[in-house]
């Protein structure tokens, strides 16, 4: 028999207190945080959007907010997004889309998007023909022509993402390649590639192969995407994505020249990345990748966020892994949402906040409901994952309709206690995106 002294005991049973303690604190103050919706703009009903919003905090002053939406918008705020400014971006090479709003630590934002040169998007053979790249230096109010990168024709390029490096303030890009978009062909294939810019975005480098294995070029759960990268302190570049009903996983340390011969898998997928959500013409469960660059006792720990349908068709959930060991190895996934219902949770975006490291996830829920009226929830995690706190965020739910285009995503951004979550809504025929005033004061 093992005989444990009396103060180990004590002092095992004093630290699970205290840290049971810890979590309901900060429970109630996250469940008692204010957090406003504010409505940053509406469609006419006729127009295509606002869909797919993207959203970042200046790094250099929080009270300016940008965001993008399909199909060319954009959106800007000096007030910590209680009010917004919308107009239409323009540029020579065309804006189609997937928009992605980073900035970098001297406040220039960077807003990136698929290629239109002719202006006749699908009737033109030049759509999705480059990514394309604009840059804002007085907080979102103006923005230059742009430059690209990736051009192959007649390969199309698409669904992109940006990130930042902390330290040199290095862009790079990541997104799939396809050799023709939605080709059955199957000598067809898709890719993801990688760029970077040194320059503010005026010129890149040449593309890089990430992956090991080449997806079909359908744009179903057989094509390799979801690319998002995220940039560690040492430079480090972290990518997952999706492809035949798995998460892969790549890293890179010499500036995304070389990456690993072999692909990590992270995670099974089961259903795929592509599944249907009653009310929506189509969804994904692509991963969003996210490390920690903070001070705190999680700093480069890497995240993965993504959602499935293991528990079910009729019951899409959300899920995260995490590596401590730069990628090596992997958590099983943890379910984020706490519902235990049979309802779908879905459209999920992660960020990670770069000052305190915690974690914040935000996605659609319907746990509430019978139907397809939906919710919008947060939920954020205060030790590295291990344990979430969620929250209903938006003030009332929606029902969408298929017969609309609801976008592919939604997204959050996080610093310093600001957190700006952004997602699409439709009510009386039209759409419209949201954000919600959160500053979480927790752990102070």
């Known amino acids: 028999m093992i005989r444990i002294p009396y103060f180990l005991i004590i002092l095992i049973l004093t630290s699970c207190q205290c840290q049971q303690n810890t979590i309901e604190k900060n429970q109630k103050t996250f469940q008692s945080t204010i957090n406003e919706n504010i409505k940053i703009y509406e469609s006419d009903g006729y127009s295509i959007g606002p869909c797919e919003p993207s959203i970042y905090i200046n790094p250099s002053n929080t009270q300016n907010i940008v965001a993008g939406s399909v199909i060319n918008y954009f959106h800007y705020s000096f007030d910590g997004g209680k009010t917004w400014e919308t107009d239409i971006l323009k540029s020579s090479m065309g804006v189609w889309g997937d928009p992605c709003i980073v900035a970098d630590t001297k406040g220039n934002f960077y807003y990136f998007h698929l290629s239109d040169p002719d202006g006749a998007n699908w009737r033109s053979e030049k759509i999705l023909d480059r990514m394309v790249v604009q840059c804002s230096e007085d907080g979102g109010k103006t923005w230059n022509d742009g430059s690209h990168f990736g051009k192959n024709s007649p390969k199309q390029q698409d669904k992109e ?171 099983l996934p943890k379910k984020v949402n706490e519902d235990n219902t049979s309802t779908h949770q879905f459209l999920t975006w992660m960020s990670v906040d770069p000052k305190t490291g915690y974690i914040y996830i935000v996605y659609y829920d319907r746990s509430r409901y019978k139907d397809n009226q939906t919710d919008v929830v947060l939920s954020v995690s205060y030790d590295g994952g ?59």
Request: charged fraction near 25%.
């Open 386 to 444: 291990e344990n979430f706190i969620s929250k209903t965020i938006s003030e009332k739910p929606f029902t969408p309709v298929s017969s609309i285009f609801f976008g592919d995503y939604n997204n959050i951004h996080a610093y310093n206690r600001v957190i700006r979550p952004v997602w699409t809504r439709y009510d009386n025929g039209k759409l419209s995106i949201w954000t919600a005033i959160i500053d979480d004061n927790a752990n102070q």
């Open 161 to 331: 993402w940006a990130g930042i490096h902390p330290k040199t303030n290095e862009i790079y890009t990541t997104w799939t390649e396809f050799d023709k978009y939605n080709s059955s062909n199957p000598d067809h294939k898709t890719r993801i590639l990688i760029s970077s810019s040194a320059d503010k975005g005026n010129t890149w480098s040449d593309p890089v192969a990430i992956n090991e294995f080449d997806g079909n070029a359908k744009d179903d759960d057989k094509t390799v995407e979801g690319a998002v990268p995220a940039i560690d302190n040492e430079g480090n570049i972290y990518v997952a994505w999706s492809y035949n009903d798995k998460i892969y996983f790549d890293t890179s340390s010499d500036n995304g020249v070389t990456w690993r011969e072999k692909d990590i898998v992270i995670s099974d997928q089961p259903g795929g990345w592509t599944f249907d959500i009653p009310g929506l013409d189509r969804c994904n469960g692509m991963p969003v990748t996210c490390v920690d660059i903070s001070n705190g006792e999680h700093s480069g720990t890497i995240y993965v966020n993504w959602s499935d349908q293991r528990n079910g068709k009729d019951n899409t959930d959300i899920f995260i892994s995490k590596s401590t060991d730069k990628g090596n190895t992997w958590s």
